[in-house]
């Protein structure tokens, strides 16, 4: 016990570094999360665009991520060899990357070369490389990755369990588009992307190192001011399908892919979340010893994995899972999941899953912010989803003291669960 609560006690310090601020831009009041650590001479920079990800490719699947895409193509004026080519002289690193809800620009540097990395993120936005020569790049290699996705038979069962979740949506679309969506894009559809999604508005700026919060505040300014201040807008909340169905893909293939999922009703917000984590690292997350590799595996041998985890975010809530089996189990490793999902359901878990799960979850806490861009990362998250500073150990704390009937009571609430639907790639 005193273990236990040293290791929080560390784990609070360590997060309560990390400060929340803002800072006005053009009459925008614009978040900053920021932590001071002088341990090594660099520096982290992120602008993260929220409501500004893939749920945004209402029109053209995977605009988003062709749009990071472009912006890693350097300056117009420059184009993108000679613009990597100063970035590397100075060890800059620059990259654009667009998630689910979000879309981010990352800026990291020696201490001594802030200011300059400052300079080429705002060179980056005032002039990106808009011309045919990197549209033509960006198509040719993202048809090439998706080309030979299509015999990577886990992608294609991942994409098809979404497309049954959410029924055809913005989320039921593959993240890097299909190739008939890519084949649309032109310059203008990025270029109105950008011009809409990157905003002053929707900015969050998180930044780690040895650097001096004023100066990194009077920089921020000065860049994002380049920006459009747009209009900021609630993450739409999207539904998963309540009626299960499932789907079967027909391929050459030596295996059988079996991918499934089912609504979970719970929002980013919900204080009940903690034992939401505990329930699933039971079910599924928490590999041997968890209840479907337990059965699917150790017991029947019908896999070398199998994993299910929740998926909690502003935009959807569901579970969903995975495993791989020979072509002849492949109705008997279905069969296994639905009925190890269901008595699961029934009859909750047991104390010793509940204490083993405990001493995993706090134990391996110090793992995950161990480094400045986890806590970075965690204090952002907080902040994102609604919460006050520290609510991470706040939630160990909830673990620590969760008492069985409690856990249990939770998990027969949660009967959603039951309604799966699957995605499966087979010969």
């Known amino acids: 016990m005193k273990k236990i609560f040293l290791t929080l006690l560390i784990i609070g310090q360590i997060l309560m570094a990390a400060e929340i601020d803002s800072i006005n831009v053009d009459g925008i009041k614009v978040p900053f999360i920021y932590e001071k650590d ?42 993108s060899n000679a613009f990597a080519e100063i970035l590397e002289s100075k060890a800059i690193s620059l990259s654009a990357h667009a998630g689910s809800e979000t879309f981010v620009l990352e800026m990291s540097s020696l201490k001594d ?11 980056l936005l005032k002039d990106p490389n808009y011309s045919l020569e990197s549209l033509s790049k960006i198509k040719t290699m993202t048809l090439g990755s998706l080309s030979r996705k299509e015999n990577d038979f886990d992608y294609v069962a991942s ?57 990194v505040k009077k920089r921020m300014k000065r860049v994002l001011s380049v920006l459009p201040k747009g209009e900021k807008e609630e993450v739409p909340y999207f539904e998963v399908r309540e009626k299960p169905k499932t789907v079967t893909l027909k391929k050459e293939t030596e295996q059988a892919y079996i991918y499934f999922g089912s609504p979970y009703n719970m929002r980013v917000n919900d204080e009940d979340y903690y034992k939401a984590r505990v ?34 975010s502003k935009s959807s809530s569901y579970m969903s899972g995975y495993l791989q089996t020979k072509l002849d189990s492949m109705d008997e490793a279905k069969t296994t999941v639905s009925k190890v999902i269901k008595n699961f359901v029934k009859n909750g878990v047991t104390e010793e899953e509940l204490e083993q799960t405990k001493k ?21 998250m907080e902040y994102y ?30 009967r959603e669960i039951l309604d799966i639907s699957f995605a499966i790639v087979t010969k």
């Open 279 to 312: 329930a699933t690292f039971i079910l599924g997350t928490g590999g041997f010893g968890s209840r479907l590799m337990e059965e699917i595996r150790v017991k029947r041998g019908l896999a070398y994995s199998a994993y299910a985890r929740v998926h909690v």
């Open 385 to 414: 989803k609604g919460f006050k500073l520290g609510h991470s150990v706040q939630e160990l704390e909830k673990i620590k003291n969760l008492k069985l009937k409690d856990l249990n009571k939770f998990i027969k609430e949660h």
């Open 113 to 123: 070369e802030y200011a300059n990395g400052m300079k080429q993120l705002e060179t």
């Open 38 to 79: 002088t341990r090594l001479p660099l520096t982290t920079t992120q602008v993260i665009f929220t409501d500004a990800g893939s749920i945004k490719n209402t029109q053209i699947a995977g605009l988003a991520s062709f749009s990071a895409k472009i912006l890693n193509e350097g300056t117009k004026k420059l184009g």
């Open 159 to 215: 994409n098809e369990l979404k497309n049954i979740l959410f029924e055809g949506g913005v989320l039921g679309q593959p993240t890097s588009g299909t190739v008939q969506s890519v084949n649309r894009i032109q310059l203008s559809d990025v270029q109105s992307f950008i011009k809409n999604n990157l905003v002053i508005s929707k900015a969050i700026i998180v930044v780690g190192g040895d650097i001096d919060v004023k100066e």
């Open 360 to 380: 995993f979850l706090l134990g391996s806490e110090p793992l995950r912010v161990e480094t400045m861009n986890q806590r970075l990362n965690r204090t952002f």
